[in-house]
Structures are given as structure tokens and as C-alpha cells.
Nanobody
Framework: QVQLVESGGGLVQAGGSLRLSCAAS????????VGWFRQAPGKEREFVAT???????????YYADSVKGRFTTSRDNAKNTVYLQMNSLKPEDTAVYYC?????????????????WGQGTQVTVSS
């Protein structure tokens, strides 16, 4: 079992930045793929980014087109934590953000591919 806890959400003005953290407990998850998703009111949960394990200490990051160039994901395995740095935030980035983990997601962009989920953290960007 892996327990995930997100933190770092909040209210920020457009153009501002936030850094979300996803802390894992219960098991070392250096070999897990960690995805970031978001869900705005009335909308489906959508893919934001993934921090995917390849082999050894090699990881790859993939991003949704809507956040590419503005968001960056990284991880600190010593802290069992994955981060999502969000810069140049826009009002349309407002949503509840979730991190999710899986040993081998069949589709890294699909929420159903991930077994473990955090509780979510609210990000609100004002115009």
C-alpha cells in the first residue's frame, strides 16, 4: 500500500507560482510512476503531468499541452516526494490537483491507470 498526501495548493493571482508536493508513505516509491491530474468543477479529471520511472535512477517527464513550458515535475526520492512546480498560472488552471502513483500505468495520461491517489489540493488562480 502507498499513501499519498498532496500539499501546497492555495490562492494565487494570475502570473504567479505555486509548488505542489506529493508525499508518499507506506512504501518507497522510487520505482513508481507518479502522475498529476486536475479536476475543475463540472469537468472530468484531466492529465497534467507525469514523472515516470524508466530504470535505475532515470525518470521521464511528460506534460499536457496546456501546461507545457509552465509546469515542471521533479522528485526527491530521499524524501519520497514528487513535486509539481507551476509557474505563469492562469485562471483556467483553477482546479483540485491530485497526484497518483502506479508501478506500471497502462496509459500514463489516463486516471484509471493509477491505483493510488491522494486526497487532492485546491489551486485557485484569480484574474
Amino acid at each position: 500500500q502507498v499513501q499519498l498526501v498532496e500539499s501546497g495548493g492555495g490562492l494565487v493571482q494570475a502570473g504567479g507560482s505555486l509548488r505542489l508536493s506529493c508525499a508518499a508513505s507506506g512504501r518507497t516509491f522510487s520505482s513508481y510512476h507518479v502522475g498529476w491530474f486536475r479536476q475543475a468543477p463540472g469537468k472530468e479529471r484531466e492529465f497534467v503531468a507525469t514523472n515516470s520511472w524508466s530504470s535505475g535512477s532515470t525518470y521521464y517527464a511528460y506534460y499536457a499541452d496546456s501546461v507545457k513550458g509552465r509546469f515542471t515535475t521533479s522528485r526527491d526520492n530521499a524524501k519520497n516526494t514528487v513535486y509539481l512546480q507551476m509557474n505563469s498560472l492562469k485562471p483556467e488552471d483553477t482546479a483540485v490537483y491530485y497526484c497518483a502513483a502506479d508501478r506500471g500505468p497502462s496509459d500514463y495520461k489516463a486516471p484509471y491507470s493509477y491505483v493510488y491517489w491522494g486526497q487532492g489540493t485546491q489551486v485557485t488562480v484569480s484574474s
